[in-house]
């Protein structure tokens, strides 16, 4: 796959604002337009990354934001995968321009979120699977986070500590990040004091809901040259994967896996899979990764994603915790930006603000949670309903 | 809760989802053309190696293993119905043997996550989701076999 350039990244930090969503958005998409060193005008392609929270602005998020930046007749989408939202607003923006219909493209998202656990929309809907699994089962996000947890323990011997441990890591992280919302170092007593949410993970394991808004500029391999841009932080790989039937681990929001009974699991689950194509794309492996930016919904989540990154074999996660490599100063940083645990979800600016951490860390700019030497940053998260995003950036 | 209080009528919280049998079943749906299972009936994920035949009406296994487990310790939101006060549901994910696929469910409310561990068998039983002044409006819940609640798991 042919590549392309980041020439600027910019965040709104996060935290509870409460101000309208497109704030956020126009405020981090000034700061990548600055950073690019680009005139607005010069954009043609805006990319919206959509929020279901604020309304009709919110659905039409690209021309919300090119309207508050200033109509030019730029050419305009607005993407929506949940929490993948980000990372399918990029894969337009690259296509556009490695379709040559632009050069220089805008990719944004900003939300602004409700106090509490996110619920489904209202109205009785026992046809959608995100309404039964409330209505029937009381199922939340932090459930579906606690099973894998608990399977994960059962599994491979992963303990609450080991939990409190990646929270008290990330936030050793994200003090040192200026868009971070939360600035404190917890430990992992800390963590144990805090109440069970769903068993065995506590409040301080569980990604809060955030304001926040991120944005990242990025442009053809020639459009930088002629900017004076010759090593730019490149986008070399980009996976959107969905599961491949029959998916038999069991995920928000459904009240059943597919069934094996039929047709046997694919060698690679879905998670695994969304990894493995974002490696094969850029064609780089995991053994060249310098650091690693995971969606931490839970403090465990993360653990699994370190296996399904390759970043060790399956059942070392702990291991590798325990061992501070993916501290920062380890072999393989994970969440150097303080992941969720610091920052809560800002759903479609969240895959975006994975983009911005890396190529700070890719461009030596991450100040105090610097990443010595990092040439190769990969992210991943995963969107309700079985969206893969994932992003390979390197030097 | 008093021995006058009339008896309420017994209804499914939502319509097509599980037998009102004793003992019940989960309804789920069979792909006609490969064999393989889906619940909800109409809500399954396609086989992409089936050519778009029908889903045929069947009745789930009523026993399984638990695959994993956990509680709701705070209410969940609507659409939830919070009976007060509150006390966390517990929830199991439970794998079935011969549709190889995990079933999500609340937990008998005898049983809390103390009583639960990997591996353990459980069956379909009916409970109760909420109540109006008329209605019993019931779900179906996992209840561990051959086990007592109230003792912790060992």
Sequence with gaps: MDEIAVLGVGMHPWGKWGRNFVDYGVHAAREAIADAGVDWRAVGFVSGAITVRCGYPGYVAGSTFARALGFTGAQVASSYAACASGATALSVARGQILSGACEVALVVGADTTPKGFLAPNEGRRPDDTDWLRFHLVGATNPVYFALHARRRMALHGATPDDFAAVKAKNSRHGVHNPNARFAKVFSVEDVANSPVVSDPLRLLEICATSDGGAAVVVASMDYARRLGVTDPVRVAGISLVTPTYPDTIIDLPYLATDSAAAAEPPDLGFKESIGARVYEEAGIGPDEVDLAEVYDLSSALELDWYEHLGLCEVGEAESLLRSGATSIGGRIPVNASGGLGAFGEAVPAQAIAQVCELTWQLSGRAGKRQVEGARVGVTVNQGLFGHGSSVLLRR | ?154
């Design chain 2, 1 to 154: 809760m008093s021995d006058s209080a009339p008896t309420k009528t017994r209804v499914p919280a939502v319509e097509g989802l599980f037998t009102m049998d004793d003992p019940p079943h989960l309804i789920g749906g069979r792909l006609s053309d490969t064999g393989g299972y889906c619940f909800p009936k109409d809500l399954g994920g396609a086989d992409p190696a089936a050519s778009g035949g029908d889903v045929d009406e069947v009745l789930l296994s009523r026993t399984g293993l638990i695959w994993s487990f956990t509680n709701s310790v705070y209410p969940p939101p609507q659409p939830f119905m919070i009976t007060e006060p509150y006390e966390p549901v517990t929830v199991a994910a439970v794998e079935l043997d011969e549709e190889r696929m995990v079933v999500l469910g609340q937990v008998h409310p005898d049983w809390s996550v103390a009583d639960l561990e990997v591996g353990m068998a459980v069956e379909l039983v009916l409970g109760t989701l909420y109540e109006d002044d008329d209605h019993e409006y019931l779900t179906w819940q996992w209840r561990p076999v051959g086990a007592e609640p109230g003792k912790g798991a060992s």
